[in-house]
């Protein structure tokens, strides 16, 4: 079985420069999350989407931050302009959904990491 | 605000010692606790708790969940250099479905 495929795996760009992360959850999932992740600390959820609709961004921010999930599947996540804070890596997971038959388990993609100069 | 809190932040050791890694948490309709690995990558699943006092094994590691006193223990028996990592404590709760991570315990195991 694949698993949570994420590009690019690193990036460098200058602050108020834009970025833009993909992610590719494993096939039949509904649920995807972003997560960022600062050195040292644990994983901050972002986003999280069920199906094409969000279901969570109150932690995004959006003056800057925007993300989406067109036909459910696949999810872009965008950095506009970036700032220096946001260098992290940024992580996607999915799930099978978090009803009855789901497990609750979180599988995790190897992670964009963003560095900010 | 739903709030998960890990202990120690950073624990060193010697091949072959024991390891108790502690993770509490304050949080509202709690469904599930997690425990995941990461390296140098994503990271990778451990356990999942719901139940409390039942404690789950997977060769040297073992979990348990205590929801009266809301925290849970991760124990690693005669370490190995490649038990060196960062260990993540996260809480699934209903409302919003959302997983909430602690900031993690990161294990040295030296040799």
């Known amino acids: 079985e694949a698993g949570v495929a994420q590009s690019p795996r690193y990036k460098i760009i200058e602050k108020r420069q834009s970025v833009a992360f993909w992610c590719n959850p494993i096939?039949?999932?509904?649920?995807l999350y972003w997560y960022q992740q600062i050195l040292g600390q644990g994983p901050k959820l972002l986003i999280q989407?069920?199906?094409?609709?969000?279901?969570?961004d109150s932690q995004l921010p959006k003056d800057r931050f925007s993300a989406e999930r067109l036909k459910g599947v696949d999810s872009t996540l965008k950095i506009q302009p970036a700032k220096l804070e946001d260098s992290a890596v940024y992580l996607c997971?999915?799930?099978?959904?978090?009803?009855?038959?789901?497990?609750?388990?979180?599988?995790f993609g190897e992670g964009s990491r963003l560095t900010v100069l | 605000e739903d709030k998960v809190v890990q202990s120690p932040l950073s624990l060193v050791v010697h091949e072959g010692d024991t390891v108790t890694l502690n993770c509490s948490y304050e949080?509202?309709?709690?469904?599930?606790l997690l425990w995941y690995k990461q390296e140098k990558k994503a990271p990778t699943f451990l356990f999942m708790l719901t139940s409390s006092g039942i404690e789950k094994k997977s060769g040297r590691l073992s979990s348990i969940l205590d929801k009266k006193e809301l925290f849970s223990i991760l124990n690693i028996t005669a370490t190995q250099t490649g038990d060196s990592a960062i260990y993540l404590c996260a809480v699934l709760t209903n409302y919003g479905q959302n997983f909430v991570f602690g900031p993690g315990t990161r294990l040295s195991v030296l040799p």
């Open positions: 989407f069920q199906n094409n609709g969000v279901v969570d």
């Open positions: 997971a999915s799930s099978l959904g978090t009803g009855k038959l789901s497990t609750g388990e979180l599988f």
């Open positions: 949080v509202t309709n709690f469904r599930s």
């Open positions: 096939s039949g999932h509904a649920t």
